[in-house]
C-alpha cells in the first residue's frame, strides 16, 4: 500500500505566532485566570454605528452572490474614498482598478500570487507580519529579507533594501504604518522604494489597513500611500481592508487596487475562482465610507494615550522600546533568552492576583534564523487600565521567570 504524504507547503507551512498560544490560553480561562490578550490585533473600539445599522437595514429574500470583482456601487465609493486621500498628490483612481476581496488577507494573496512564480521571490522588512511568509510558503515562493532591529527603532535602510535584491526576487511587500513596528514610511522613503523597483523591475505591494493610525502628527494626517507618489502607476499594487479602520474585523472585506490592468485582470480570475465576496458586508462597508471624520480624531487620540501608557509603563519597569509612530503594536525585547518559552510559561502557568497576559513571540515575525528570539509583539488594543495591568503582570513574569 502506498504512503500518503502532504505536499511541501503542507509539512512547511508555518504556524501563526499570533494564534500559536490560543489553546495555552484558552485553558488558563477555563481554569478561572483572567487572561489579558495582547497577541492578536483585535480593537475594542466600538465599531461605527452607520456599519452596525447596515446588517440591521439588510432585508432581502434571497442572499445571493455578488459580483466577483465586489459590487460597482462599493468600487466606486472606494474610488471616491481614495481620490479624497490623493487630492494633494494629483493622481487619482477609478472604480474598474478596485477588486473586493474577502479581507486585506485575500487582497494579500491575490497581489503576491498575481506578480510570482514559484521559485521566485519577495523581499520583506523583517520583523515582518507573518502572513506574508504564509502566503510566499503557499505560492512555492523564497523571501529575501531585510533586518530591522530595536537598536535603531526599526528603521528601514534604503541602501541594504537594494542589496537584499537578489535575480529571483519579483515584488517587495512592505505595510505602513508597519505591522509589528508601527513604522511609518515618508514619501522621501516611499520613492526611494519605488526607484529601486523600477531600476529592479520589481513590483511594490504595499499594505495599507493602519492609514489612519498615525500619531504624534496634526491631526487627521494619514500616513502617505504608494499611490500618491509619481511613477508607480505599473508598479504599485495596495493591499486595504476594513478590519482595523473601523474596528470591524469580523465583516472579513478588504480591496486591492492598482492601476496596472494586467495584475488588475490576473487578480480578478483568482477571484472569480473563489466567486464572490460576501454580499451582506459589502453593504456594511458601504455605510462605513459614511463614518464621521470625527470617529477618526477620538480614535487616534485614544490609541495615542494607549501608546503612551505601554511604553511609558515598560520604560518604568526597565524595558526600553521604540515609541511607534502608528498601528497599534509595539515590538519589544525583554530581558530572556527564548521569549516564546516565556509567552507560553506566562499565559499557561502564571498569573498575578488571578490575571495573566497573552502577548505574540517575534521570532515568528523575522525570516532570518535565530532573530527576534528575545522580542515579542504587543497590540495596545485594551483600554489604558487594563494596559496598565498589563505591564504590570508582564514585571511579575519576567521577575519570577529570572528566579526558575
Excluded at 515579542?376 to 521577575?399: P, S
Amino acid at each position: 500500500m502506498s504512503t500518503l504524504t502532504l505536499a511541501r507547503r503542507g509539512l512547511n507551512s508555518p504556524a501563526s505566532p499570533i494564534r500559536a498560544l490560543a489553546a495555552k490560553a484558552q485553558g488558563a480561562v477555563d481554569n478561572g485566570v483572567n487572561v489579558m490578550f495582547m497577541n492578536i490585533g483585535q480593537p475594542d473600539i466600538e465599531t461605527p454605528r452607520e456599519m452596525i445599522e447596515a446588517y440591521h437595514r439588510w432585508d432581502e429574500s434571497v442572499l445571493a452572490y455578488a459580483p466577483s470583482d465586489g459590487f460597482r456601487d462599493y468600487r466606486q465609493q472606494l474610488a471616491d474614498y481614495y481620490n479624497g486621500l490623493l487630492a494633494d498628490s494629483g493622481h487619482t483612481v477609478e472604480a474598474d482598478q478596485f477588486l473586493v476581496t474577502v479581507g486585506g488577507s485575500e487582497a494579500l494573496l491575490f497581489a503576491i500570487a498575481a506578480v510570482t512564480d514559484p521559485g521566485d521571490s519577495i523581499l520583506v522588512i523583517e520583523p515582518f507580519y507573518t502572513n506574508y511568509a504564509g502566503y510566499a510558503n503557499m505560492l512555492g515562493l523564497s523571501v529575501d529579507a531585510v533586518t530591522t532591529t530595536p537598536a535603531d527603532g526599526y528603521h528601514v535602510d534604503l541602501g541594504k533594501v537594494e542589496a537584499a535584491v537578489t535575480s529571483s526576487t519579483r515584488a517587495m511587500v512592505i505595510p505602513s504604518p508597519g505591522n509589528p513596528t508601527g513604522v511609518v514610511l515618508t514619501e522621501e522613503q516611499l520613492d526611494g522604494l519605488a526607484d529601486i523597483c523600477r531600476r529592479h523591475g520589481l513590483f511594490y505591494i504595499s499594505d495599507e489597513v493602519y492609514r489612519e493610525f498615525v500619531y504624534d502628527v496634526p491631526v487627521g494626517t494619514l500616513a502617505p500611500s504608494i499611490l500618491s507618489r509619481p511613477g508607480t502607476e505599473e508598479l504599485a499594487i495596495v493591499v486595504d481592508s476594513v478590519s482595523k479602520r473601523y474596528s470591524a474585523c469580523g465583516a472579513r472585506v478588504g480591496c486591492l487596487v492598482t492601476r496596472n490592468k494586467d495584475v488588475h485582470r490576473a487578480a480578478l480570475h483568482f477571484a472569480q475562482a473563489r466567486l464572490s465576496p460576501a454580499t451582506v458586508d459589502q453593504y456594511a462597508a458601504m455605510a462605513a465610507l459614511r463614518t464621521p471624520q470625527s470617529y477618526f480624531h477620538d480614535v487616534v487620540k485614544e490609541y495615542t494615550a494607549r501608546r503612551n501608557v505601554l511604553v511609558d509603563g515598560l520604560n518604568g519597569i526597565g524595558i526600553e522600546c521604540p515609541r511607534p509612530k502608528g498601528a497599534f503594536y509595539l515590538a519589544v525585547a525583554l530581558p530572556v533568552d527564548d521569549a516564546d518559552a516565556f509567552a507560553q510559561w506566562m499565559v499557561s502557568d502564571f498569573s498575578l492576583d488571578g490575571d495573566s497576559l497573552c502577548v505574540a513571540p517575534l521570532a515568528g515575525f523575522y525570516h532570518t534564523p535565530g532573530l527576534g528570539r528575545n522580542e515579542i509583539r504587543m497590540a495596545y488594543v485594551l483600554e489604558q487600565d487594563t494596559l496598565r495591568r498589563c505591564v504590570k503582570v508582564l514585571e511579575g513574569a519576567l521577575a519570577e521567570w529570572s528566579r526558575r
